[in-house]
């Protein structure tokens, strides 16, 4: 009797674990093979490979398809090859695509989780309504002399390195640039991580992106079994980032006495939006009965705001930090583009009387097409994800995807395919002159659509200016230390880190 319970058992959840496995196959489209209850989930921990390898080994495996299936534990998802079904994706049918899907749940439960960047719906779009003036031409301008402030300790920290004539890991000291920055024009807050790495500050940002065990056997468990209680409220965030978050964001505002201390920086941006009191708006996803859009609304408590914080704070300095030292990584294997970008800097400096300037940043034309480059051939980020709302069918295909399909797109994979970048291996500011017209669908560092990164502007500004000051006095070069194609981490998840970071030499220039 024994024997027929656990074989009835072992049936049922070999089907449970197997239920949607022909999903592709029915439908005719090439997919990655499944594992049981697993699907494609354990194929990168298997290969160690990180998220964006993941997806660009599975994108260049079918390299003459237009989309290839694959599965979120059981759970049938897609990955776009085509650039035309992209743009439709990320632009021209974004209604049906608007959710992110990076939490495994419908209803966000995880309080870090509720940020601009992860967060769905009608809590997506108020919150996007009631930022984005926060990251408008005039508020960029404004923080620039912050950024002046953080560029000579920078330079004064590159000094010291370059005098010892000791290897420097690139990838850290610009993210101690950019935190720094990003404390100051956040929150207010010297955070003197260029003058102490090891500060909190420092800390909680190496936390958030140093992904543990226990973080990779949460993800693989809620992601595989969205549904089981046991795993739901289980955080993806570890505690403690939570923890110091939420106290870092109660402490200052309660320093200020929860009101805008015309500090104008981030924090008081939230406790505007706070002060102004519930978010209004049309919903994106509830209609009423006449077809019209309902008015939602959303109260930005506690949790919410140190949610937004959090984000900030952590795409601020780690996406600005990873391609600025990209740039300076390829540059210092790349001498006469580095010529090129010393030139133009010390002749844009020279124009606006020796100073570092938001002018004079817009004017390094050349610098940002070498940027655009490192971000190509280094990418931060190696792919985009996107949960379809409601069914939708591929435009000339009889594909129909149904409601909260996931879908991603290899970044990587594009950036690195021979017919839409040529020489796609070689390191060429030049593809990126304005009159190259690259397509915008093919390029897409910071996304494309109405969920394109909303600190775009901001990031590319700090980081074009920490350069530019370092280029301005210093030369770097290839150290004993350094690999010309860096390793990347296995456990890394949305940002790339490097195995070793990115060593490199300090030259003092010669003027």
């Not at 449970?16 to 990655?32: A, Q």
């Not at 085509?82 to 994706?89: C, E, G, Q, S, T």
């Not at 070498?370 to 069918?393: D, I, N, Q, S």
């Not at 399909?405 to 690195?416: C, D, F, K, M, R």
């Amino acid at each position: 009797m024994w024997f027929l319970v656990l074989a009835f058992l072992i049936a049922v959840l070999y089907y449970y674990g197997t239920r949607n496995h022909d999903f592709w196959k029915k439908r005719g489209v090439k997919y990655d093979e499944p594992i049981i209850f697993f699907g494609s989930n354990l194929s990168h921990i298997i290969n160690k490979h990180s998220l964006s390898e993941r997806f660009y080994e599975l994108h260049n495996r079918f390299p003459d398809e237009k989309y290839v299936g694959y599965f979120e534990a059981t759970n049938p998802a897609i990955l776009v090859r085509d650039p035309d079904l992209i743009r439709n994706i990320l632009v021209t049918d974004f209604r049906y695509f608007h959710r992110r899907g990076l939490s495994p749940h419908k209803e966000d439960i995880e309080p870090m989780l509720r940020n601009l960047f992860t967060v769905d719906g009608d809590a997506w779009k108020l919150l996007r309504q009631r930022m984005t003036p926060a990251f408008s031409s005039a508020k960029l301008k404004a923080m620039f002399p912050l950024i002046v402030e953080r560029t000579a300790k920078l330079s004064v920290l590159a000094e010291s390195y370059a005098e010892k004539g000791q290897e420097v890991d690139v990838r850290d000291l610009m993210a101690r640039y950019t935190t720094d920055f990003i404390g100051a024009c956040g929150f207010g807050i010297d955070s003197k991580t260029l003058d102490d790495e090891s500060n909190d500050f420092r800390s909680l940002g190496k936390r958030i992106f140093t992904i543990t065990s226990r973080d990779i056997l949460v993800q693989l468990l809620k992601r595989t079994f969205p549904n089981v209680e046991l795993f739901r409220h289980l955080y993806m965030f570890a505690p403690e980032i939570e923890r110091k978050t939420m106290s870092l964001v109660q402490q200052i505002m309660s320093q200020r006495d929860y009101k805008p201390s015309g500090r104008n920086d981030f924090i008081d941006l939230m406790l505007e939006l706070k002060q102004k009191g519930k978010m209004v708006g049309e919903s994106v996803d509830k209609r009423n009965p006449d077809g019209s859009p309902k008015i939602v609304e959303l109260e930005l408590d506690d949790q919410l705001i140190a949610a937004q914080v959090f984000v900030f704070f952590a795409a601020g300095f780690e996406t600005s930090s990873s391609s600025s030292s990209s740039l300076l990584h390829q540059l210092a294997y790349h001498p006469d583009e580095q010529e090129k970008v010393q030139k133009e800097i010390d002749e844009v400096i020279a124009k606006y009387d020796g100073k570092l300037c938001y002018d004079a940043i817009k004017d390094m034309k050349y610098l940002e097409m070498a940027f655009k480059e490192a971000m190509r051939t280094m990418p931060p980020v190696g792919f985009l994800t996107r949960k379809t709302a409601g069914k939708y069918t591929f435009p000339g295909t009889n594909l129909t995807l149904e409601d909260r399909t996931g879908v991603v797109i290899s970044t990587q994979a594009l950036y690195s395919d021979e017919k839409y970048f040529e020489d796609a291996k070689e390191f060429k500011p030049m593809r990126f002159h304005p009159d190259k017209k690259i397509r915008k669908d093919l390029f897409l560092p910071f996304g494309d659509g109405p969920r394109a990164c909303i600190g775009e502007r901001l990031g590319v500004m700090q980081a074009l200016a920490g350069i530019a000051a370092l280029l301005h006095q210093f030369s770097v070069l290839p150290s004993k230390s350094s690999k010309r194609y860096p390793d990347i981490d296995p456990s890394s998840t949305i940002i790339q880190n490097v195995l070793g970071g990115l060593p490199l030499l300090l030259k003092k220039r010669k003027k």
